[in-house]
Each structure stands twice: as C-alpha cells, then as structure tokens.
C-alpha cells in the first residue's frame, strides 16, 4: 500500500503535485508519509488565491472572524487523538508534547478571538479646533507565515491565526519536518468555516526552499512577512524583505541564562533548569542553555540539577536529526578538550538510532568554548560560576541572542533588578526560561529578532495605520451609512450628537434612531473603538473582556449631550441590536435626563446590553450575563481565572462541582479514569455551556489516579506549566462497594483503598507539588462522607467507610504540613446523595428510598447540586482562615 501524500491547501481545496519528498520518523526512522513539493510556480498559486480572496476578508464582520475562530478551537480540542499523532509521527516526541501543544494553541485562538470585536483605530486631539481626524488600523492584505516544525501546533497556527484574526489572507509555508500538522491546521481552519483563498498552505523540500521562499517574499501581492525559526535562515529572509521593502516580523535563535542567585530555592532552580533545557530535547528556541550560578551555592545545585536531570530524564532523547545530535556532540567534545567538566552524560554512549542523545551537562565553560556562544539546540546545557551581580549580568547579555531567560531568587529586588537589566524579550522569576502564553507578547531582542506574536501586539502587527478622515464637522451633521465605513449602506439617516464648542477634540457620534417616545438606554465607555458594526441578524451577542470595558452608565433619555473631549467612545445600545456608528472621543457625558446607576463593570468575560424596557427574553439574558454580582453578595467568593483540578470530575458530584466553579469563574480541569465523555453526556452539555454561556474554559484528562500515578503526575505538572500556578483541587475520585466484611477479597480492598485513600493522597501530592514549585497558594478539598464517622444503618460497606474515614484522617495531616506553604486543606463529607447509581440501587432495594430519608433531621435526601455552595466556599478566599476542617453535609445524619 502506497504511503499518504500530504497535499497543499490553496483556494480551499487539496493539490496533489507532480512530485513528491519522504517525511521520516527521527524516532523510528521510517518514513510516515510523503508530502507534495511546492514549486515557484505552486507559490504563486497559493499568493493569487490569497490576494483574491483578501477584499472579502477585509470587509469581513468581526463577529463572523470570532465565530470561525472558536468554531476552530473547538474542533481541534474533539480532535485531540488525531492531532496529537501526526505529531509524535512527524518529530518523535511524545503525546504529551503533543497535548501540551494543543492546549496552548486552543488557548492562544481563543484568546485571539476574544480580541477581535476591539480591533479599531483612535481618535487624537488636533491642535486646531476646528479640525478632527479619525485613525483607522487597516490589515495589510496578504501575509507570508513561515513556521518551524519544534512546536508545530502552537508556531504554525500563531503564525497565521493573527493575520487571520485581522483581517489579512495567509500563505503558510511550513516546514519540511512537519506538513501534515500544517495540514491539519489548515484544514480545521477551512472546516470552521474559513472562506476559501484566506488561509493557503504549502511546503517544500530543503533543495527548493530558497527559491520557493524567494518568490514568495518578491511577489508583489505579499505585503507583510512573518517567521519563526533559526537565526542564520532569519537573517537571510530579512534580506530578502528588505530588498523588497517589506515589513517582517521574526522570533529567532536563543542562547537562553537562568541565573541562580546565592539566595535561591535550589530545589525550584534544579527543577526549572532541568526542564527548561531537556523539554522537547531541548528544541525550543527558550530552552535553557546557559545556567549562571553564585559560586556561594554552585556545589550544592550542581547536585540537585543532576538528581533533577536523573530522575526527568532517564532515557537518551530524540532529535529531529541526527545532524542535531552529532552537532551537540562537537559543541561538548570542544569544550571538553579546552577543559570543560562534563557533570552528567556521555557524547559516546551507545543508543537505539542516531537521532538520540542523552541529557548532557558541562561545567567550567569558558569564552573560548564554541558552546559559549553558540545555540546547541538540543540536549545540552552549560553552567557557570559567578560570585558578584555584575559578573553575572555580563555572562547573561555576552551573546548575539536575547529571547528569553530566568533568575531564581528569593528577594523580589534582585530578582528585577536582574530582570532590567538583562538584554531579552521576556524574563522569567523563578520559572524555567520556556514559556510562551497567549496573553504574553512573545518576541525577543537582539539577533532573536524583532517584532511581537500573540495578545493584541500579535494583531498590531498585521495592521497599518490609515487616516481617511481629517477636516471640520460641523454640528448636528447627518449622514447616510454609506458615508461611514464599516455600517451596511441604505439610505436611513443616522443623526449625529450635536456638540458643545468647547468640544475642540471630538469628531462625532452617530446613532440610529427608531420613530417612538424616549427609551432608556445602556451606555458603555470603550478604549479606542472609532468605527462599531452597524446591522448585525439573529441574536445580538457582545463578546466582551472584562479588562476592555471601563464601566456602566445606565441613563434615561434620548441622547447625551458631550461635554469635553477624551480617549473612550461611548456606544449607545438599545434590547433591540444596536445600529451605531461611532468617530469621535468623549470625556464627560452630561445626560439629557437623569443618571439612575453608575455601575463599576467586573468579573464577565461577556456582555450584553439590554434595556429596563426589555422583552422577558432580554430580562433572561441580562439575568444570565450580569455585569456585576447580585447585591449581598462577597467578592471573596469570586473564583475568577482561578485553575482547579477536579478528580473522578466527570460525572456525579464531581462534574456538578466542576460546573459550579466555572458559574463562579475558575478555570476548571477535569481528570477521570473513563475515555472522554461523548457528546450528550452530563460533561460534554457542562462543557458546551462554559463555552456558550459562561466564556469559561474547562479540560478534560484521562487517567487512573491508582494506577497511573507517573501520568498523574504528568499531567498536573503540564496544568501547572499551561497556566503558571494551579489554586485549587477537588479530590471527588472514588468507588464503592457494598460487601460484608466476611467475604470481602484482598483484591476488592486493595482497589477500594488504592482508589479512595492511594488515589486522594498522590491527586493531593501531585497538585501540592506544583503549588510549592510555583509558590501557589490556595485549596485543596478531598471528598469523604458522612459514611467515615459513623457505621450506616443497614449498608454494609466496611471497607469504603474506613476508607472515607482515612480520607478525613489525611485532610488533617496535610493541613497541617502543607499550611506553612499557604495550602490550605479541608474535607466535605456528603450525606446520602441521589445520583443515577443510586437511582438505580433503590429499583433493587425500594426500601431505601423510604427509609433513608428519615435517618436525617431534614427527611430528605440530598442532590449533588446541595455541594455546589461548599465546594465554591472551600476554594474561594471566604474561606481563607480554614483548614484541617470536616465540612460535614448529611441533613443532620450524624447529629442523632
């Protein structure tokens, strides 16, 4: 059978060439499938479409460009599986790498998305009064992305998705090393619903780069270059821009420092490195490289970095090449020979294929060492002794690169101190030197480029600044929408606010306005916004994040009246969709009526403004998506942006708690030992409404936390890298069984204990782990039962209330050694509760369903939905003084 052909993607549809390369495995060797070879000629295919296409996607509507990038967000989270082999096949390393990847590119589309209803210009104050001036940001139209193979997900989709986002078209020349991850973002993209020519995709090999790449930058249809990958190749595409005239953006090479000060946590600091230089065999261009040490602590990190590195990385690690391993083992045999120390490793150790290197470390490394200056880019690091800040600092900003780098300290002073003055992109205090997120700008200084990915820098860099109106406006003016870009053309007049002479900055303000008495209106102030959609069909929806919205001003009465300029705009909106068209900027706003609520506008990530004379439908709505918390309520509740692990969180008690800490804002992962629920099922309905209603975010995970304790721990640590701290667990995993104690089996109470106790006790260790590595603070809350005090009337279930009272037994014991450290530890013990199980258990046993509710003082029994309120209470910081506590909720089951 002939090996898959990894086609191109241009206009929309897959183009098999006349010829073909061979895409190898590094970890097996074989070859995983061929890949089409991109001509010049192909190129400029690709650049047609994306020129042709450019007009539409430019006038696109924000909304439609949002919609498709959660639509594509969404079908890459339900095609994990898939995705994730296509990268262990094309770079050989694991499906961990794999999710990581994907985690972090579908948070980097939403994020993006998230931002692309704020995309607009501003409007400045002119020197004449008589004059006003409106800028615009315009895409620049066709964008050449370039992107690497080392992380491919994450470099290949940001390369594309904010030009994308806005509103540029996108030819993708991935690399030769991974197409069909490539063409796997291209084609989810299009299954979104990306309109056909916005996104193209072609590769190509080694021997016809230079000229493919050529073409690309010199057709005249490119306006704008962005890539990502090595220093040497960078450096020629740039000159290729700029023999052009073009403007590019470039993330480069790295050389990355962690400096290990005097006073650092050297456990956090062996950690860090050791991850931060062998992640990805060390094939990421933040990967640590160099490790700076105070001579006063360097013996004793020296040690810890090499149990670190033992216990991380116990296996020799892939590289994309065997050129990449032999070019490491230069760089060590040369520093070796000039009389560098090798602590860990061995260049000669034989290992399964030549793409495999274990982890090396070197000490006594000195300038006239080629591995002083030079990227390994892979599995090796360096340590260096230093024994003054000074000293330090120069070793750290010695070197053509300046992408990222670490210091580890326990003083916040020195810590920024060094952060000042270090020469890169991005500084991390005590965290390893790798770490890219969305809402971070991403870039670096120096020979590791220019320019910045991702958050809203990302966007900027694919729009220029136009101007197209500058001139007097005279007061009371009225237009049609034709003569105001980006509202639909007719011929209904929109008449604009009529402005105060005293208004030297401001341009105008026009609104639609229905025939009919005066309505009560929202009023919103937004950063910068000049130009708002006019018509919008269906449901109006305003997806809004809480940091772009400054506050609320609800106000009776048909129009304000403006009393001096400033730099926000104010949108008026009615329950209707709104139809307004904004250009100018305003300070204070004096209502023609009278202001009935001033409301500082927090924790929602969406919006919607509706007006007091709403139908019941608007009400719901508003109801749902309240700017503001109800009246009595604390803000210590306020779980936002939170991350909480929740185990066995995939049905019963725990998917409700799940649910309830993403109502109260917490960024929720769910870990369980079952495939991921289908669709239909009580988490994949919890899932869709955090994604449609409450702008939410939960994960899920699968793993057994008795059996698969190294996945466990995995996992959690990837959650913990994911976001930079976790703050929370909800440790609901368990089973039980209703045996006598005379014919219960080893093997029945070992599973009962491994899951209910073993299983707690390492999901607790697990997260508490990364919370003391990240210096996190927060709550750990372990499910027992009623069942651990008290032996239940007529159910046998001896081993699982010992166990549940063990359960209780270790909340105390790790509250009390784990508060030092700011880990605050209680226990909920549940009453009966009525989930499907037992539903089920009461067609076997009816009794029960009558007797059990009278053994409580209330005489009924409870639903899950009775612990949504404790769990968000435990998590939160209204709990803040509790810890070592047995939170027992039983209708007063064991008050008797």
């Not at 406006?473 to 929109?494: E, H, N």
């Not at 929602?604 to 503001?628: D, H, N, T």
């Not at 106790?757 to 997260?767: F, I, K, N, P, S």
């Not at 009924?860 to 949504?868: A, F, G, I, M, Q």
Request: aromatic share 6%; proline share 5%.
């Amino acid at each position: 059978m002939a090996p898959y052909t990894v086609p191109f993607i241009v206009n929309g549809e897959e183009c098999f060439a006349k010829d073909t390369f061979e895409v190898k495995s590094p970890a097996t060797g074989e070859v995983v499938h061929l890949c089409s070879l991109a001509t010049v000629s192909d190129a400029n295919a690709a650049v047609d479409a994306a020129a042709a296409a450019a007009t539409n996607w430019r006038n696109a509507s924000t909304s439609l460009r949002r919609d498709i990038l959660l639509k594509a967000a969404d079908l890459m989270d339900n095609k994990r599986s898939e995705l994730e082999q296509h990268l262990v096949n094309e770079i050989g390393q694991s499906r961990n790498w794999g999710a990581f990847n994907l985690d972090i590119t579908i948070d980097m589309i939403k994020d993006c998305a998230g931002r692309v209803s704020t995309l607009g210009g501003y409007v400045p104050s002119p020197s004449n009064p008589e004059t006003g001036a409106m800028i615009w940001r315009e895409p620049y139209g066709v964008v050449l992305a370039i992107a690497p193979w080392n992380a491919p997900y994450i470099l290949g989709t940001r390369s594309a998705l904010y030009p994308i986002a806005a509103g540029c078209t996108v030819v993708l020349k991935g690399s030769e090393f991974s197409p069909r991850v490539m063409h796997a973002i291209t084609s989810i993209f299009h299954e979104a619903g990306l309109p056909k020519g916005v996104l193209n995709f072609i590769s190509t090999d080694p021997h016809n780069a230079p000229a493919v790449t050529e073409a690309l930058i010199a057709n005249p249809h490119v306006k704008k270059v962005n890539f990502t990958g090595s220093t040497a190749v960078g450096r020629i595409v740039a000159r290729l821009a700029g023999q052009h005239l073009k403007p590019i953006v470039l993330e480069l090479g790295g050389k990355a420092p962690a400096i290990v000060w005097e006073d650092a946590n050297l456990d956090i600091a062996a950690e860090c490195c050791s991850r931060g230089a062998f992640l990805n065999s060390g094939q990421i261009c933040m990967s640590t490289e160099r490790i700076i040490v105070h001579k006063k602590v360097n013996k004793a990190f020296q040690e810890k970095l090499r149990d670190a590195v033992s216990r991380m990385w116990p296996d020799a690690l892939v590289h994309i090449n065997s050129q990449s391993v032999e070019k490491n083992k230069k760089l060590v045999q040369d520093a070796a020979n000039k009389g560098a120390l090798v602590l860990h490793g061995n260049v000669n150790a034989e290992e399964s294929s030549n793409t495999r290197l274990r982890p090396i470390v070197i000490a006594q490394i000195t300038p006239e060492m080629d591995i002083y200056k030079q990227e390994s880019f892979g599995t090796t690091v360096s340590l260096l002794e230093v024994d003054s800040e000074e000293e330090a600092l120069r070793i750290a900003n010695d070197t053509e690169y300046g992408l990222s780098s670490a210091v580890f300290t326990e003083d916040l002073r020195i810590g920024l101190r060094f952060a000042k003055n270090i020469e890169t992109g991005a500084v991390h205090i005590n965290n390893m030197t790798p770490h890219d997120e969305a809402a971070l700008p991403h870039g670096g200084a120096k020979a590791s480029g220019f320019g910045r990915f991702n958050a809203s820098a990302g966007l900027d860099e694919c729009q220029f600044f136009h101007i197209p109106l500058k001139g007097y406006i005279r007061p009371g003016l009225q237009a049609r929408a034709s003569d105001v870009r980006g509202v639909a053309t007719g011929t209904k007049t929109y008449t604009t606010m009529k402005l105060a002479p005293r208004d030297s900055g401001s341009t105008f303000l026009a609104a639609w306005r229905k025939p009919g008495p005066a309505g009560v209106y929202n009023l919103a102030l937004f950063p910068f916004t000049p130009v708002l959609p006019g018509r919008r069909s269906g449901k109006y929806k305003n997806y809004l994040r809480q940091d772009r919205l400054r506050f609320m001003i609800t106000m009776a009465g048909i129009m304000p009246r403006i009393s001096r300029a400033t730099s926000s705009l104010v949108r008026l909106a009615r329950a209707t969709p709104p139809r307004i068209i904004s250009g100018g900027v305003i300070a204070a706003i004096r209502p023609a009526g009278v202001v009935t609520s001033s409301t500082p506008y927090v924790n929602s990530s969406r919006a919607r403004f509706m007006s007091s004379q709403s139908s019941p439908q608007s009400k719901r709505e508003v109801a749902q998506a309240s700017a503001s918390p109800a009246k009595g309520i604390l803000p210590e509740f306020d779980l936002n942006n939170k991350v909480i692990i929740v185990s066995g969180g995939a049905q019963g008690l725990g998917i409700v708690q799940a649910e309830a800490l993403l109502e109260a804002g917490a960024i929720v992962h769910v870990l369980d030992r079952q495939l991921e629920p289908p669709a239909g099922s009580i988490y994949q309905n919890v899932a869709q409404r955090a994604r449609d209603e409450l702008g939410s975010s939960i994960f899920y995970h699968q793993v057994d936390v008795r059996t698969g304790v190294d996945n466990l721990n995995s996992i959690v640590e990837a959650i913990a890298e994911k976001h930079g701290r976790i703050d929370g667990l909800i440790a609901a995993a368990g089973i039980q069984q209703e045996t006598p104690a005379l014919e219960y089996t080893a093997v029945d109470a070992d599973r009962m204990l491994g899951v209910n106790v073993t299983g707690c006790l390492m999901t607790a260790q697990a997260v508490a782990r990364q919370m003391t590595r990240l210096g996190s603070t927060g709550s750990l809350v372990l499910i027992a039962s009623m069942s651990g005090t008290i032996a239940n009337r007529g159910l046998i279930c001896p081993v699982y209330n010992a166990s549940k009272a063990a359960v209780i037994q270790l909340g105390r014991n790790l509250a009390m050694e784990w508060g030092p450290k700011g880990i605050r530890v209680n226990t909920i013990s549940p009453g009966y509760i009525v989930t499907e199980m037992v539903q089920k258990l009461f067609i076997e046993y009816p009794d029960r369903e009558t007797e059990w509710p009278r053994q409580n003082m209330l005489n009924v029994l409870s639903k899950p939905e009775d612990y949504r309120g404790a769990a968000v209470f435990l998590l939160s910081d209204a709990s803040r003084f509790m810890t070592g506590a047995d939170l027992r909720i039983d209708g007063g089951h064991a008050a008797w």
